[in-house]
T-cell receptor, first 109, second 113 residues
Framework: GQNIDQPTEMTATEGAIVQINCTYQTSGFNGLFWYQQHAGEAPTFLSYNVLDGLEEKGRFSSFLSRSKGYSYLLLKELQMKDSASYLCAVVDSNYQLIWGAGTKLIIKP | EADIYQTPRYLVIGTGKKITLECSQTMGHDKMYWYQQDPGMELHLIHYSYGVNSTEKGDLSSESTVSRIRTEHFPLTLESARPSHTSQYLC????????????FGEGSRLTVL
């Protein structure tokens, strides 16, 4: 079967750096998305990786290793508003999105 | 600001009622989706569409139907609501048929008593 694994919950301190990992086992690979979802709201797009390496976008960076079936989302200079769930999703060989359950990130002052 | 809208945002109904959740987007996107999401859980695909007159079943499609008569409109219908249908329903669209970014509506939170 297809599987996306993310930690259920992480806690970090305001101003610090946090890395959220995602490992996947899917039938084929056509890209990986990271979305942010605040409680009670809809997911919003953060990043898309299809080639190995690091993509940087402001305070957020996303890394992909296709050979290891692994990605991470790196959040720098954490702010209280970054408290949210972070969803990893992989596009499989049929171009269907396979979603992880998300990582709830709690930011403490 | 997203250009994809869902109504109603909140709905409380009794068991056995027929309901339709509306979704409209003004971006001209061909591909549209319906997802169901319980708190703290992953998104489950209910139905999707590649364009007008195209509808496909997802993982949770058996108790609902969709239609795609116009590009911008993709309603979801539950013929007979049950308490197990209580959940958040998210509509989304994407420009690309294959790997494009999804734009989500704000969701419809359904409670079936």
């Amino acid at each position: 079967g297809q599987n996306i694994d993310q930690p259920t919950e992480m806690t970090a301190t305001e101003g610090a750096i946090v890395q959220i990992n995602c490992t996947y086992q899917t039938s084929g690979f056509n890209g990986l998305f990271w979305y942010q979802q605040h409680a009670g709201e809809a997911p919003t797009f953060l990043s898309y990786n299809v080639l190995d390496g690091l993509e940087e976008k402001g305070r957020f960076s996303s890394f992909l290793s296709r050979s290891k079936g692994y990605s991470y989302l790196l959040l720098k200079e954490l702010q209280m508003k970054d408290s949210a769930s972070y969803l990893c999703a992989v596009v499989d060989s049929n171009y269907q999105l396979i979603w992880g359950a998300g990582t709830k990130l709690i930011i403490k002052p | 600001e997203a250009d994809i809208y869902q109504t109603p945002r909140y709905l409380v109904i009794g068991t056995g009622k027929k309901i339709t959740l509306e979704c409209s987007q003004t971006m001209g996107h061909d591909k549209m989706y319906w997802y169901q999401q319980d708190p703290g859980m992953e998104l489950h695909l209910i139905h999707y569409s590649y364009g007008v007159n195209s509808t496909e079943k997802g993982d949770l499609s058996s108790e609902s139907t969709v239609s795609r008569i116009r590009t911008e409109h993709f309603p979801l219908t539950l013929e007979s609501a049950r308490p197990s249908h209580t959940s958040q329903y998210l509509c989304a669209s994407s420009e690309s048929r294959d790997t494009g970014e999804l734009f989500f509506g704000e969701g419809s939170r359904l409670t079936v008593l």
